[in-house]
């Protein structure tokens, strides 16, 4: 007997070496390697006057050494402790200013030395810049003087973070309003400390139901960690360094200056906290400060919103989404439901909007009643605001103009569409900044018309707009349009009088760049000429194509070949990459989305990377998911997922690029569970990639991307759809690869390391990589280099049947 149990224990460590692999980091394929490497485009920021642009060159990728620096993980949030901000942040590392049109270049002075710049912001009168560097160990303020392009710090400031911008201008461009980290605060928490007794959760019989999310509190030290690390002081600084305290500290969420620079409008988080909610839902105290730091209006307390109903327009009870009008001195503008908050409440009215304007001693105003629920207001230099609003059943949204200065105005209806329809979308007002520095609607000297920009969507691809609309007639003129062979998109209105535009401008060949573009005189003047980041690849060939799903649904993906394909080399290897959408409409969901016209950006999780390998690639692959009527997407959601995956294959073989016995499909986070489902109720495929998704929606059970029924509601849809219940099916070998500390709702790695341990014990052929601190996204180049060489791998033993190039 103990010799068996020797036996047995010696098979036990053998197939645990076999299965656990203890691998260093490996690279791709040097063409791969070369285009995943390659330099981002610079970010840029235009003055509202005009006159500069700011060009900011990004950070390529971290290392995975900077990814594993100290991460505290609390109330939905990732902070890094060493310096109270975000733990992970793309930052800048220079700034340049180029004035326009004439397109001199000054270098900024003074900066940083390794400078990490983020939260950059112009000045009101745009003659200064602030912006935030990230230390080892703190965060400072910095300012720009435009006229010298010199940058100094703001002394003796250190920000706090962790709840997003740190801090926002005054309407004087001399002040700034700060969240600052509490002096004298002391040392943090101990983490090693013995539990003084369990961790107790109850419900006293109401709903509360959450869908499921990460780093959520856990404990009473949690606890302890979350308010040591998210209190703040809110502070007044001025450009010369003179700073004041505003107010007692707290879990001060937002202090935003009114628009006349006379008040603050304070948002403190408090007890009782969730551990079930993110740090977005916990109980909030609305206070307005005078500029002393003197409370003026204790405006609201609002509660923890954990009964908020599932459905995805269904918002807590009561007062919400306090905010100052930017197109007045002071005045505070909420939103309040009339229907409970529960979209499946019968009501005329769904949400009001109230207004109140300093010194805040009368009675609130109601200004307007919907009868949808509410999402955003703009609001205008005149008497002129616009109100959106929308409903998810039928994803249907409309747009009213009101007149701010009348109690409970009259809505007019300005736009009645479905949200989906994109080849009817009007386009997106234009916002200009006023001279407090606040964004407000642009109107013509009348006030009669104001201008949109559209994205343009047509059968022949998007091809952007800009148009004049006039609010009373509601009849539009129309500017100008991209157009072939290039894709232009509109980036601000300089010159609402002249129809002067900067646009950014590309081709299938031709990298983005931007340009001055002086619509009525039909001139195009270059103002940057970034380089082709993938010059090495030589000319991408990208074709859209268009083809029918079984049922007639009308389906789109861009097609790419090798470069040097030729039509005689025959049908191709194929890796196909998809993410599925839910659609309430079959013409809706058959609309052709992006342009043929556009250039191929390629980022760290393309498919794009294989035509370097003798691949044909299609990218975006339609893959509509459609519920007419009283019927859910979702309740024919993988009849639906086959027949896209096989008309697109379909399509390629018609075309003769497309070799039918070997295509791997892939994606990413919904697109893995896709990729999942396809194995699983199909042949099509000859492998799988699927990185960091979800696999057994019995996870979620709260609702999971557009579907909002839960578990209980449609247990038969949550167990057709779950490729974990099916891995005795799935014999198709599948790549599984997740983030060990991903931070996306729902996409727990336990659902990948579940899903393994299902599919090996069915004897699927099947690998599964994690990869050390990264989240949802990858990050460190060292993670990357590596999920495209397993890839590589994957892809060419089990697609191509051929062993991988040496390394």
Not at 283 to 297: A, F, N
């Amino acid at each position: 007997m103990r010799k068996a149990y020797l036996l047995s224990g010696a098979l036990w460590l053998a197939s645990l070496a076999a299965h656990a692999q203890d691998l260093t980091y490996q690279t791709p394929p040097k063409a791969i390697a070369a285009l995943a490497s390659a330099a981002p485009t610079p970010r840029i920021s235009i003055a509202s006057n005009g006159q500069w642009m700011l060009l900011m060159d990004v950070q390529g990728m971290p290392s995975i050494a900077e990814l594993s620096q100290p991460e505290l993980r609390v109330a939905g949030l990732r902070l890094n402790p060493r310096t109270n901000g975000p733990s992970r942040i793309s930052y800048a590392t220079s700034l340049r200013l180029r004035r326009l049109p004439d397109g001199k270049e000054l270098v900024v002075q003074g900066l940083p030395a390794k400078a990490r710049i983020s939260e950059v912001t112009w000045s009101p009168d745009n003659t200064k810049i602030a912006f935030t560097h990230t230390t080892d160990n703190h965060i400072e303020l910095w300012t720009v003087d435009v006229a010298s392009a010199s940058a100094r710090l703001l002394p003796n400031l250190f920000l706090n973070a962790v709840f997003g911008n740190s801090y926002q201008w005054v309407s004087d461009s001399r002040t700034i309003i700060a969240r600052a980290i509490v002096g004298g605060r002391g040392e943090a928490p101990v983490t090693t400390a013995a539990p003084t007794g369990p961790v107790v959760q109850e419900n006293g019989g109401k709903k509360a139901a959450a869908r499921t999310y990460q780093d959520l509190l856990k404990s009473p030290l949690d606890e302890k960690l979350f308010e040591y690390y998210a209190s703040a002081q809110t502070v007044k600084v001025d450009v010369g360094g003179r700073m004041q305290p505003l107010g007692e500290p707290g879990l001060i969420q937002q202090a935003s200056p009114s628009p006349n620079g006379r008040y603050v409008l304070l948002k403190t988080m408090h007890r009782p906290y969730s551990y079930t909610l993110p740090a977005s839902s916990f109980p909030v105290k609305v206070d307005v400060l005078s500029m002393e730091g003197l409370i003026v209006k204790a405006v609201a307390d609002l509660p923890l919103a954990d009964n908020v109903p599932t459905s995805f327009d269904a918002v807590p009870n009561g007062p919400r989404e306090h905010a100052w009008r930017d197109d007045v001195p002071a005045t505070l503008y909420w939103v309040e439901a009339q229907d409970g908050g529960d979209p499946k409440t019968q009501a005329s009215v769904r949400d009001k909007i109230f207004t109140q304007i300093a010194p805040f001693d009368a009675p609130a105003t109601e200004l307007a009643a919907l009868p949808m629920r509410y999402r955003d207001v703009l609001w205008s230099n005149a008497n002129l605001a616009l109100v959106e609003g929308y409903r998810w059943a039928d994803r249907k949204e409309m747009t009213w103009t009101l007149n701010p200065t009348l109690s409970k105005a009259p809505l007019t209806v300005l736009f009645d569409r479905s949200s989906q329809d994109t080849y009817h979308d009007p386009g997106t007002p234009f916002v200009q900044r006023n001279a407090a520095g606040r964004y407000v609607l642009a109107t013509d000297a009348k006030s009669e018309n104001i201008f949109l920009i559209g994205n343009g969507a047509s059968p022949e691809g998007d091809r952007p707009f800009v148009d004049e609309l006039n609010l009373k007639t509601k009849q539009s003129t129309r500017w100008w349009r991209s157009e072939a062979p290039y894709y232009e998109v509109p980036f601000t209105i300089l010159d609402l009088n002249k129809q002067v535009l900067v646009t950014r401008r590309e081709s299938q060949q031709e990298s983005p760049n931007y340009f001055l573009r002086d619509v009525r005189h039909a001139k195009l003047t270059p103002i940057t000429s970034f380089p082709n980041p993938y010059a090495s690849i030589g000319n991408l060939r990208k074709q859209v194509l268009k083809y029918k799903r079984a049922d007639g649904v009308d389906l789109t993906a861009n097609l790419y070949l090798p470069p040097n394909y030729k039509k005689e080399d025959g049908p191709l290897p194929t890796l196909m990459e998809a993410y599925p959408v839910e659609f309430k409409d079959k013409q809706d969901a058959g609309q052709v989305k992006g342009s043929p016209y556009a250039f191929t950006r390629l980022s760290w999780g393309s498919p794009v990377f294989w035509v370097t390998q003798g691949y044909a690639v299609l990218q975006g692959t339609s893959i509509p998911i459609v519920g007419e009527g009283t019927k859910e997407p979702n309740d024919t959601y993988t009849e639906q997922l086959v027949a896209s995956a096989k008309a697109a294959i379909a399509e390629g073989q018609r075309l003769g690029v497309v070799d039918p016995k070997r295509v791997g499909v892939m994606g990413h986070s919904y697109g893995a569970f896709m990729t999942a489902n396809l194995l699983a109720h199909s042949d099509l495929f000859k492998a799988g990639i699927a990185r960091s998704g979800a696999y057994n929606r019995t996870l979620t059970p709260f609702g999971f991307q557009a579907e909002e029924r839960t578990y209980w509601e449609a247990p038969e849809v949550y167990n057709q759809m779950s490729p974990f219940n099916y891995a005795d099916k799935i014999k198709t070998p599948i790549l599984l690869i997740h983030g060990e500390a991903d931070n996306n709702s729902g996409t727990f790695p336990l659902q990948s390391e579940r899903f393994y341990n299902a599919l090996k014990g069915h004897g699927a052929t099947v690998r599964y990589v994690t990869l050390p601190f990264e989240a949802h996204s990858y990050a460190a180049k060292e993670s990357i280099m590596h999920m495209l060489w397993e890839m590589d791998t994957w892809l060419n033993k089990y697609v191509k049947g051929e062993p991988a190039p040496a390394n």
